[in-house]
């Protein structure tokens, strides 16, 4: 419709061109041509804008990755990720980051297994077996939980979750099973509210059907309504390992640091991010360039880990 | 359903007894978690709240938050006037000028999705290596700023585009039929009603960048103090909390410190979520 407009007023502006060269200031400032440019313009402008987080994520892949293959370069790959000694302010330096590649494995393996069932059951609670008006408190209740700024939580952990573990279980407190309960309770909100979604997408006739045929309410609901959501479910969790292994301020004052592999889980560990955190601020060269490229390793994990979402999540909107 | 063939049931049903207690018991652990958290960040906070903390200038006697409280402030609007616009240009062109099933649309999504999934450590990484090292602007509020920009601008585009979304059709049909152009439609007719989501993203966002950590010690910087200068270094809250924490010696006003964090960041989050019900609530 628009084109059918400017067309005919465009009819008008040839004949003024005809006119004389000298109107051309006119063309430029009759409506149907500003009116035209302008919505060209601003056209671009938007997809100028849409492209700032493509240029964002090139040059975030870009910085990071040539920063950490200039000290990959140096050490040597296998060295770098194989290398279980960290020294890097030794006379004869050595950048192994494999315990804290096993370090971030751990971590997130350990704060899944705290999470994911409570995270789920939760979710479950939620979707099928809270009333109401409870529902109305908890679920922004839950959405607070996530965003509590990590800071806070880590604060909690130094001044709560150590001294508890420290009471109760053998070593300083400062340990990897100190970490895990606390990043287990940081996964939560993300594990509960993509579950819950996926739980409640589940058609109705599924629940009614296990009921027609004489199932309880929770067989109904854990035989029928929790098999269907599986990969929603899964979707939520991979999220969930997304946010525990990238996470860097709540594990720097509970997990320990020490750069070596762990004998038991309540010897501390030291994580890729808190190995960057840490040491960053008085890096300098080579070391500088090797923590960089600890950077790189946990952003490859993270692009891995966001893949496997999006294959998760692509599958679930098949379903 | 009655209860009393559901109690029958139970009893005779181990599965579904032990069921239910795990359900009931993992959400009352979860919520009871929650309270236990801001419970005693505010019961050990609150008395620590004294008004040295909120002194005008920052030292090593008062510890003064004050400093960092403007900060925040300072870095919040600088951060929300660079990612707004580029958040909300973007959402209006995939939903409003993109064709369906176009190539760039799938790429701009993709790395939209992939931004929000980068932890934030990733981003003061990269922050340091590009603002601060490679565009030389040293430790400064600007380059901390950028930084938190990208962070934040998924967000703002994925709750922009909602909104956009959820206007109805009718409405551009009704605005096209009176012979407005596509930008005066997008501009004068889809955005007002969209209005209320775009705040809700945008206040988000705010939360997200007044707890950040992790994105900004090595790119804002630590200095507590005052200044109008986007090149100097500055330290927002969650910094001043990290910073004093560190030092292991003001753990109460580490405390104090953490209640106003936490406050401002449910606050915050409380009112987005409180405009974003009333938006589903109207429809």
């Known amino acids: 419709m628009n084109k059918v407009m400017s067309k005919s007023k465009g009819g008008k502006e040839m004949e003024k061109m005809r006119r004389g060269i000298k109107d051309l200031p006119a063309l430029f400032r009759s409506p149907a041509f500003r009116k035209n440019f302008k919505e060209k313009l601003m056209e671009v402008v938007f997809f100028i804008a849409a492209c700032a987080s493509i240029l964002s994520v090139t040059l975030i892949c870009i910085f990071i990755f040539q920063g950490g293959w200039n000290a990959v370069k140096e050490v040597g790959l296998a060295e770098f990720l194989g290398g279980t000694k960290w020294k890097p302010t030794a006379d004869n330096p050595s950048f192994g980051i494999f315990p804290m590649i096993m370090g971030s494995i751990y971590v997130t393996g350990g704060a899944l297994i705290i999470g994911v069932p409570i995270g789920i059951l939760t979710a479950v609670f939620m979707a099928r077996f809270c009333p109401k008006w409870l529902h109305r408190w908890l679920k922004p209740a839950f959405e607070l ?38 990043l287990g309770i940081m996964v939560l909100p993300t594990i509960i509210s993509i579950s819950e979604a996926a739980l409640r997408a589940v058609p109705e006739s599924y629940y009614e059907g296990a009921l027609a045929l004489g199932a ?19 979707a939520g969790v991979v999220l969930g390992i997304g946010r525990v292994i990238g ?19 309540f010897d501390g560990v030291r994580t890729m991010t808190t ?27 993270i692009l891995l880990i966001n893949a496997l979402f999006a294959v998760l999540k692509r599958k679930e909107l098949k379903q | 359903m009655n209860g009393n063939t559901q109690k029958k049931s139970l009893r005779a049903d181990p599965f579904s007894l032990v069921m239910r207690g ?30 040295s903390l909120f002194e005008l200038e920052y030292n090593s006697e008062n510890v003064s938050m004050f400093p960092s409280i403007v900060m925040t402030i300072y870095m919040t609007v600088l951060t929300l006037i660079i990612t707004t616009p580029l958040g909300i240009g973007c959402a209006i062109y995939l939903t409003e000028y993109a064709k369906r099933g176009n190539k ?49 601008l998924p967000l703002i585009i994925r709750s922009t585009e909602e909104a956009l979304k959820s206007v109805p059709d009718s409405y551009r049909e009704a605005s096209f039929g009176l012979g407005a152009g596509k930008l005066r439609t997008v501009m004068r007719v889809v955005l007002p009603p969209a209005m209320p989501g775009i705040v809700a993203g945008v206040i988000l966002a705010v939360g997200r960048i007044v707890g950040e950590t992790a994105a900004l010690i090595y790119t804002a910087g630590t200095v507590a103090k005052i200044t109008a200068n986007p090149m100097e270094s500055a330290r927002t809250l969650a910094v001043h909390m990290y910073a004093l924490s560190s030092e292991g010696l003001h753990t109460s006003e580490a405390f104090a410190t953490g209640v106003v964090l936490l406050l401002v960041v449910l606050m915050l989050n409380a009112t987005s979520n409180a405009i974003a019900k009333r938006i589903t609530k109207g429809k």
């Open chain 1, 216 to 234: 309880s309410h929770e067989r109904a609901v854990f035989k029928t309504i929790v098999p269907a959501a599986k990969s929603g479910i899964l």
């Open chain 2, 22 to 51: 795990l359900v009931w018991g993992a959400a009352l652990l979860t919520a009871g978690v929650l309270l236990a958290l801001i419970a005693y960040i505010l019961i050990r906070g609150v008395p620590n709240l004294k008004l």
């Open chain 2, 104 to 152: 760039v649309v799938e790429i701009i999504r993709l790395a939209a999705e992939t931004l929000s999934g980068i932890p934030s450590i990733v981003y003061g990484l990269f922050g340091m290596l590009f603002f601060v090292t490679a565009l030389q602007w040293k430790n400064s509020i600007l380059a901390g700023s950028c930084t938190l920009a990208i962070m934040v």
């Open chain 1, 247 to 265: 996470e860097t301020m709540a594990l720097i004052w509970v997990c320990g640091n020490q750069p070596r592999l762990p004998d038991s889980i």
């Open chain 1, 275 to 301: 190995n960057i955190v840490l040491e960053m601020g008085y890096a300098t060269g080579l070391h500088r360039q090797t923590l960089i490229a600890t950077g790189a390793v946990l952003f490859a994990f």
């Open chain 1, 145 to 182: 939980l996530a965003g509590i700024p990590s800071i806070v939580y880590g604060f909690f952990g130094l001044m709560v979750l150590v001294p508890l573990v420290r009471q109760f279980f053998p070593g300083d407190g400062n340990s990897m099973f100190t970490a895990w309960i606390l």
